[in-house]
């Protein structure tokens, strides 16, 4: 990183001083991070939420989905296919690697998001 790029990411830094903890993480992640925060909002957390993957770029939003709406129990899935066969997405294709048990398909979830494009949306 040049000298000038530090320069532009310390005057946005002190720019965003002022916004809140949730305005800057929308800042830096996108609108996705403010759609995961009303659905975080309105989802009680025993609830389980399914995350559609419907293109091959939504596997990093998913992931972060995810985790920014945890306890909740979040299954992945690789496109609609996958979704309507309910087989999960595996992350890691490696014998050492930890990835969801093999056991029956989940049932239906209480929210289906879909994720594509850099953007998520609750399908009803």
Same mark, same amino acid.
């Given at each position: 990183m040049s000298v000038r790029q530090l320069v532009a990411n310390a005057r946005t830094a002190w720019a965003m001083r002022s916004f809140s903890h949730d305005d800057r993480r929308a800042f830096v992640y996108g609108e996705w991070y403010r759609e995961v925060q009303r659905?975080?909002?309105s989802v009680p957390e025993n609830a389980s939420v399914d995350i559609v993957m419907a293109d091959a770029d939504a596997r990093d939003v998913a992931v972060f989905a995810g985790a920014a709406l945890a306890p909740r129990d979040c299954r992945f899935f %690789?496109?609609?296919?996958?979704f309507r066969r309910r087989e999960r997405a595996l992350f890691l294709h490696d014998a050492r690697a930890v990835n969801a048990p093999s056991a029956a398909p989940p049932p239906?979830?209480?929210?289906?998001?879909?994720v594509e494009r850099g953007t998520i949306? %609750?399908?009803p």
């Open positions: 659905i975080r909002a %690789a496109g609609w296919d996958a239906a979830a209480n929210v289906v998001l879909v949306r %609750a399908v």
